[in-house]
């Protein structure tokens, strides 16, 4: 997952503009006005259907640059990197000095975001605590 994904998009379960859904047995698209009761699916009768990302949704065109962009395609190259570098034995030789300057910069955005949770969460219990008094 990307950094900061979630604050681009709650997921189609909390999108309001979330409209279709597709069913998990046949892949049947269909719209439905309310993604909280989907219904069954009118191809097949079955039930438990996926909520899709709505038409506007920031991650899709998140994943699309990620496929055809040179920046997107160099990003997925350093998270397969970061999972090589833990799990196999990999030297400079093996790394092109764009991937090596990409990685530092999404180890240090790591950190930073892990550092922005803590203060989030170290807010939000100070404001719990203050209305408990």
Known sequence: ???????????????????DVRC?????VWYVPDTNVPGICPHCGG???TINRCAGCPLTTLDHLRRTT???LLIDRVL???F??????????????EE?????????????AKQDEAEEKKLEQHQRAMLNR
């Open 1 to 19: 997952m990307m950094l900061r994904q979630d604050q681009l998009c709650p997921g189609p379960l909390d999108c309001e503009a979330a409209e």
């Open 84 to 97: 090589c570098i833990e799990k196999l034995h990999l030297t400079w030789d093996d790394i092109t000095a």
């Open 47 to 49: 039930a438990g259907p």
């Open 24 to 28: 998990t047995a046949c892949g049947q």
């Open 100 to 112: 090596a300057a990409a990685l530092r910069i999404m180890i240090e955005e790591r950190y930073i």
């Open 70 to 72: 040179d920046a997107g």
């Open 80 to 82: 397969n990197l970061e």
